[in-house]
């Protein structure tokens, strides 16, 4: 908690300066000015709304697109990939596993000790940043420094047991990146997000890396999973309550996935598990559909990011952009009249306003909005409400998404999409559906959580609302990892077959 709360003071501080140095200076100079500021505010206010309506939109496309991309490979920006897990862990696991989880802007080493009995004996848990230079660099790099840090973790954490006692040890790996896997404990890299880029590392197998980078270090340890991050909320999730069929990650990025029936993954035919069921790791950080409210400021961040036209919908809803979005409209503003004092070329830096100083500012209660310096109190209000423009936005959307999952596999109360296959429609009793959540941005952002459970009980309605739940698994990426780790050492991994 330390490290985030500095991290946080430290983002405050740096976006505190940056609109400090927009801000001081002139004040208003004329009524007019003032009136082309709100021009702009109301514009964009316009332009990401929301309404229920258009939210019920993005539900069906959501729907229709997981359908697509089951259909056939590359059917759908939604990539639905199978993730050979079909079987989540049930509490009955037992013994010491550890995890490693590597996600966007933090990098996680976890130790658990499973009692069975839906019981964890113990847990432990340590983050560390990735250096900003490991994410441009080599592949052999990247997993040195995991490892190593993974070897002192386990020395540290071992219990004073020696190394050699890890021996054998299952591990399970989460990477939080697009990965197209081969089996449970084996894929490879289709393609970075989140501002990481080290071109050697695509189409390799991320567990043959890791393997490989931990017996350079001399820890003999086996990655008996690999998953996705929303895999592994999905795994605790299920671990804890059996009615958990999705999970969603919002942190730095976002992707979710859901427990899918075998015989609806249209596009690998003969996919038999011994459930009749597997996890798809939807990536639907590349959703992409008309209905969804892009603005001009939407356009820009995209076309100067390092993937433009990919990951549309992630750009609209994480962490990683949301702080982005607000600092453009205020540049834009800024442009347009001298109310925030002359344009600073900070304000001009990307990335410059964090999510997190934007989360302080927007959900800053004192009367004079103390988080915000150096300008009249109606600018700071301004800014306030441009961050809860961008906030409500992506919460909404993701509720969206959330609900388009449900009407995918029947639990949205709607009958589901006219696939002829969904079993409980209008007139079946509706079932209780859990939902897990983990990410940073989900956890820590108040006002966004708030406004995305509001908009999923909003578009699923009274009657329907009360069936769904979405419950914080904080930190199930890579508790989820470990899991999954021991229940694919416990059983044997050819319970999936492809035919
Ligand atoms: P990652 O996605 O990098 O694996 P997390 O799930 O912990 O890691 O998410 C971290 C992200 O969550 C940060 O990059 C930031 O965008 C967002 N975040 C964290 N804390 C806050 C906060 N207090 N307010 C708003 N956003 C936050
Ligand atoms: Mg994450």
Partial sequence: MGKVGLGLAVGCAVASCAIAAVMVGRRV????????????????EEAASTPVGRLRQVVDAMAVEMHAGLASEGGSKLKMLLTFVD????????????????????????????GGQRAILEYDVERELIPQHLMTSTSEELFDFIALSLKEFVERKGNNLQIPQVRGTNLGLTFSFPVKQMSVSSGTLIKWTKGFAIEDMIGKDIVECLQRALSRRGLDMTVTALVNDSVGTLALGHFYDKDTVAAV?????????????????????????????????????NFWSSHLPRTSYDIDLDAESQNPNDQGFEKMI?????????????????????????????????????????????EDYSPNLSEIHDVPLKVRKLVVKICDVVTRRAARLAAAGIVGILKKIGRDGTGGITSGRIKSGKSGKMRRTVVAMDGGLYMSYTMFREYLNEAVAEILGEEIAPYVILKVMEDGSGI???????????????TVQVL
């Fill in 29 to 44: 100079r004329s009524r007019r000015r003032w009136w082309g500021v709100v021009r702009v505010f109301d514009e964009f």
């Fill in 87 to 114: 079987n989540l862990p049930d509490g009955s696991e037992n013994g010491i596993y550890y995890a490693l989880h590597v996600g966007g802007t933090n990098f996680r080493l976890l130790r658990i000790q499973l």
């Fill in 249 to 285: 990650v919002i942190g730095t990025g976002t992707n979710a996935c859901y427990l899918e029936r075998a015989d609806a993954v249209i596009k690998c035919q003969g996919l038999l598990t011994t459930s009749g069921g597997m996890v798809i790791n939807m990536e639907w950080g």
């Fill in 318 to 362: 994480s962490g990683m952009y949301l702080g982005d979005i607000v600092r453009r409209v205020i540049l834009r503003m800024s442009l347009e009249s001298d109310v925030f004092g002359p344009v600073s070329s900070k304000l001009l830096a990307r990335f410059v306003l964090s999510t997190p100083s934007m989360a302080a500012m927007h």
């Fill in 480 to 494: 989820g990892a470990a899991m999954l780790a021991a229940s694919n050492s416990a059983q044997s991994v050819d």
